[in-house]
């Protein structure tokens, strides 16, 4: 029914441009400033003007600021007016990241719409004003009666996230239709996401394919005082956009934390304190990822030194690569330390660097230096 609607409004609304109008849009960013484009009213987007700046624009913008006003980058342009692109790497990207959050909202509520038989019922109820540093994404629904002493396991949050990586990979738009208040009475203002319309409060992203890690990782009872028990669902992402700068700095990963599930993420508007500040990541991911390049470099700099590499001297477990153990266990060592002899330091972990990689397998860094030409000799 909203699809029809939706569908029937967009039409409607095309009808009233019959003859092609144009508008000029002049551009006010760093590159190409003052530059002025003719497009099509009520036909062109922001995205449209970004393809006339350079693939970067097109691939890098998120949303689009116009004549001080934040726009959907498929959201058509009603008026010759003055346009910027917003990224994630911008100084300020704080709208940025609420569209990215509401985006990553509604491809939950889509899959959880679809991911029920049809004998249950799936009603969405709205997707719940938290801030971006809370943590996490909610969407709040009222499931069937008959599920109401359902809990759900690991690989039922493993079952949703799959399907939700599924239409990211589809690479589908995010479709805003703007509606009089008369037909917001009966469809609201909806945005269409694929074949699902929902209720949206703000812009979104332009399409799924912006999303990259994206896992859905806990649910809730809310107490409230309707009949009708009310689920509060959870989830966490990463933009694709910022994938390269997470993974040079620590290497987040999202996929074996399970922190989001020890609370339900609350926030009070207008209250600074609220529950649910977390910072999920996989200290495991975290300290491989270090581990693995810190041995790697170790390992580099052994070479470039000429120092022999000898089978008897195998000291590391695991299959470990072998090296000069005195020169390999300084050089490590020094690297994990910044040269001083103490604890290794991550967030929120403390491990002794003498047992910094004995705890960590090192069969991937192996075949890495295979595919690398060097040799290595086990036992």
Aim: contains cysteine; glycine residues 4%.
């Amino acid at each position: 029914m909203r699809n029809e609607l939706f569908t029937k409004e967009k039409e409607r609304q095309l009808s009233l441009h019959p003859r092609i109008e144009k508008i000029e849009v002049k551009y006010a960013g760093k590159l190409h400033p003052g530059s002025v484009f003719i497009m099509n009213k009520a036909l062109s987007t922001p995205y449209n003007c970004a393809m006339h700046l350079s693939e970067w624009h097109c691939k890098n913008s998120v949303l689009a600021f116009v004549d001080g006003e934040i726009w959907d980058m498929y959201r058509p342009l009603t008026k010759s007016c003055e346009i910027e692109f917003l990224t994630f790497k911008d100084e300020d990207p704080e709208e940025v990241n609420k569209a990215y959050w509401r985006s990553c909202a509604m491809i939950m509520a889509c899959v959880l719409k679809r991911a029920f038989k049809d004998d249950y019922s799936v009603n969405l109820v709205k997707a719940p004003e938290v801030p971006v540093i809370s943590g996490a994404f909610c969407y709040d629904v009222v499931l069937d009666n008959k599920l109401n002493d359902w809990k759900p396991t690991n690989d039922d949050f493993c079952s949703l996230t799959r399907d939700a990586r599924k239409l990211i990979h589809q690479d589908l738009p995010f479709e805003t239709l703007c509606v009089e208040a008369k037909v917001a009475h009966e469809m609201f203002q909806h945005n269409m996401f694929g074949d699902f319309v929902d209720v949206s409060e703000g812009p979104h992203i332009p399409r799924t394919s912006f999303c990259f890690q994206y896992e859905i990782t806990a649910a809730h009872n809310l107490q409230t005082d309707q009949s009708e028990l009310i689920r509060r669902f959870q989830g966490v992402s990463l933009p694709v956009h910022l994938k390269d700068t997470i993974n040079d700095n620590i290497g987040w990963y999202y996929r074996d934390m399970r922190l989001m599930k020890e609370k339900m993420v609350t926030w009070q508007k207008g209250c600074k304190e609220y529950r649910g500040h977390y910072r999920p990541v996989s200290l495991t991911s975290v300290l491989g990822n270090i581990m693995e390049q810190i041995i790697l470099s170790a390992i580099t700099q052994h070479v470039q030194d000429s120092q022999q590499i000898r089978p008897s001297q195998h000291c590391l477990r695991d299959r470990s690569c072998l090296t000069n153990p005195m020169a390999f266990n300084e050089k490590v060592t020094w690297l994990v330390n910044g040269g001083r002899d103490e604890d290794v330091v991550l967030p929120g972990l403390v491990l002794p660097g003498n047992k910094a990689f004995d705890t960590i397998s090192h069969s991937i860094l192996l075949d890495k230096l295979l595919l690398m030409t060097w040799t290595c000799i086990l036992h």
